[in-house]
């Protein structure tokens, strides 16, 4: 996809950020913690994560993220930029190796996003909620 690109995210500079993306009331709702994470919290985390994040830059705007932890990819955008193939276009730009992903079964539009880029259903996850 023509103006797109990763940023490796920084410490100080994509903390806030990645917070105000993370914390949206969509991407909450299709996370597995569904829960507002407070700034302070957020950022004693970040410093030891940041690292696992790659900022999202379409048409020279900050879009969102990807993460990947241990090979476990994550991806948020924020909302005028979905359904759009950018994350789609984010996947295959991380190129080969062993990834995989965790995505709600209600969660249609990453699902798609997901397979578009060549991930495949390999089974469910069975999670007991209390």
């Known amino acids: 996809m ?3 690109a990763l940023k490796q995210a920084g410490y100080a500079q994509d ?3 990645v917070l105000r993306v993370r914390n949206q009331k969509d991407v909450r ?6 829960n507002i994470i407070p700034k302070a919290r957020h950022w004693r985390w970040f410093k030891d994560h940041y690292y696992e994040y790659q900022i999202i830059i379409y048409k020279d ?26 994350g789609t276009s984010v996947l295959k730009l ?3 190796g062993d990834l995989f992903a965790s ?9 798609c996003c997901f397979q578009n880029a060549g991930f495949c259903n390999v089974g ?7």
Do not use: H, T
């Open 2 to 4: 023509k103006d797109l």
């Open 15 to 17: 903390a806030d950020f």
């Open 29 to 34: 709702m299709n996370s597995w913690n569904q």
């Open 61 to 86: 705007k900050e879009v969102g993220f990807v993460r990947v932890s241990d090979g476990d990819v994550s991806i948020a955008l924020l909302p005028g930029y979905r359904n759009r193939g950018i």
């Open 94 to 96: 991380l190129g080969g």
């Open 103 to 111: 995505v709600r079964f209600s969660n249609k539009s990453s699902l």
């Open 124 to 130: 469910y996850m069975l999670r007991r909620e209390e």
